[in-house]
């Protein structure tokens, strides 16, 4: 046990989230509980990950959740370990919820995306259908979020290109996207900035100079494509064959990353199995299954593409989609995944009326340095 690495998780405790500044104590080695000087509280050593206040070891909740990430039925290891169906419906949700907060405290984080894509993915639900829509960084192969609404509307390519422009720098960036109207008219509206004229007011926000928008527009005729156009909404050919170049190496204005990633996920969730018994039910069950297998994507999986050839002093190295954009340094297993403690956001002083007491000042001198 190393109070080192340890933060309090207490939201509202001041050090909450703040490693390596000595605040942390061992409370019990035996129970493996650690104790915050500054709060004055006790925490067990699992507490913020998907094994918190877990009844079942954590081998088997680690199996069932590596099978569930790469296909199997919920009905199957039902069947096959005996356990009541609500059960691992609820370790479903753990996962799902835990993977979403690694996947919002290490992929959304602005870096330099070079091309994006992004496609929506057709959905039958028990008695409906739902839109399930994935964006993806194409030089790193990288998962950068998803929604799923049961209408294809505004809102729901809003939601997504968010989860694109919160791991974006202001950089040249290339959108590439389907026919859909909205997708272009929400990714000019999204990647703006203000403008500060010195003037009293809310400043006037405008487009990235630097973003590039591109659209494959497919024509079909009896379920079959007859006829593929390709549109560059806002930059020049030119620009826009440069982005490419430098994200993919070569090629034409395409989805074909992100219709890649859409077929993962149909391999890996058993809901989205075409002619498939295993519908889901709710649209939040559908959302923990993506965040699960976005985030065994991107940390836990290997990619033939990403692997770095061997050369006269180094040997071949594989790599995940976090690997090549930088965020871990070697592939994690599902138990990393499970395991993995998300800081919470940092604190912040409370609003109150009038000067602040002594008391409250040294705390944010301290802590919101």
């Known amino acids: 046990m190393d109070p080192i690495t340890v933060f309090c998780p207490n939201m509202d405790c ?6 390596g500044k000595g605040t942390i104590g061992v409370h019990s080695r035996q129970d493996k509980r650690w104790r915050c000087r500054v709060c004055r509280k006790t925490f067990a050593e699992t507490k913020g990950t998907a094994f918190y206040r877990l009844h079942t070891p954590v081998e088997i909740l680690t199996l069932v959740v590596t099978l569930m990430a790469h296909g199997c039925p919920l009905q199957a290891l039902v069947a096959a370990f005996g356990f009541d169906e609500r059960t691992v419906a609820a370790w479903l949700e753990r996962a799902g919820r835990q993977s979403r907060a690694v996947h919002e405290h290490l992929v959304e984080q602005p870096r330099d995306l070079g091309q ?3 496609a929506e993915l057709r959905v039958k639900a028990q008695g409906r259908i739902l839109w399930m829509a994935l964006a ?3 030089r790193t192969r990288l998962g950068l979020g998803g929604e799923v609404s049961q209408p294809r509307d505004l809102s729901l390519i809003r939601r997504l290109i968010k989860h694109v422009r919160a791991g974006a720098l202001v950089r040249r960036i290339l959108i590439c996207t389907d026919g859909l109207c909205s997708d272009v008219r929400v990714a000019r509206a999204t990647f703006r900035e203000p403008v500060h004229s010195g003037q009293r007011g809310r400043p006037r926000l405008r487009v990235w100079p630097q973003l590039l928008i591109a659209q494959v527009v497919k024509r079909y ?3 079959r494509v007859v006829d593929i156009e390709r549109r560059v909404v806002r930059g020049t050919a030119t620009r826009v064959e440069q982005a490419l170049t430098a994200s993919q190496g070569a090629g034409v204005i395409n989805t074909a990353y992100s219709e890649r990633l859409n077929a993962t996920l ?9 002619r498939g018994r295993a519908l889901a039910r709710k649209g939040v069950t559908l959302e923990y299954g993506m965040y699960l297998i976005g985030a065994v994507y991107n940390c836990c999986t290997v990619h033939e593409s990403l692997r770095l050839a061997a050369t006269v002093s180094q040997a071949a190295v594989d790599r995940t989609p976090a690997m090549a954009a930088r965020i871990t340094t070697h592939c994690w297993s599902v138990r990393e995944l499970l395991s993995f403690h998300v800081p919470p956001p940092p604190w912040v002083p409370p609003k109150r009326p009038g000067r602040p007491s002594r008391a409250l ?9």
Do not use: D, H
Request: hydrophobic share 35%.
């Open 14 to 19: 001041p050090a909450r989230g703040q490693a």
């Open 116 to 118: 994006g894509q992004a």
């Open 136 to 138: 993806l960084m194409v």
């Open 221 to 223: 005729e009896k379920r």
């Open 266 to 274: 149909r391999e890996r969730l058993a809901s989205l199995t075409r």
């Open 361 to 369: 000042q040294r705390l944010i001198e301290q802590w919101c340095q």
